[in-house]
């Protein structure tokens, strides 16, 4: 049974970074592409950043520029470095794969950007 861990949110002041990180426990992580999430109050869950098997990436246009995901294949985890955050960015960040989003999610970590 496949799993996801996210760990690394916090509070944080506007204009500071936080790395997020997910260890999923799966035999086929390294040929998977993977993606973070989030979902602010009120709003619906959308995707953020997405990486494939091979590295490749891409970002919603709120995040560009700030945001950088990357993996690491070995350990099964991908991480999310997020820098210049804005109070914008407050939600709860999910990891997960296109594969598996319309069948179970993770606990999330939340991210609450403040002064």
């Known amino acids: 049974q496949e799993q996801l861990v996210e760990s690394g949110g916090g509070l944080v002041q506007p204009g500071g970074s936080l790395r997020l990180s997910c260890v999923a426990s799966?035999?086929?992580?390294?040929?998977?592409?993977m993606g973070w999430y989030r979902q602010a109050p009120g709003n619906q869950r959308e995707l953020v950043a997405q990486i494939t098997n091979g590295g490749i990436t891409n970002y919603a246009d709120s995040v560009k520029g700030r945001f950088t995901i990357s993996r690491d294949n070995a350990k099964n985890t991908v991480y999310l470095q997020m820098n210049s955050l804005k109070p914008d960015d407050t939600a709860v960040y999910y990891c997960n794969a296109p594969l598996w989003t319309n069948l179970f999610w993770g606990k999330g970590t939340l991210v609450t950007v403040s002064s």
């Open positions: 799966t035999n086929i992580f390294s040929i998977i592409t």
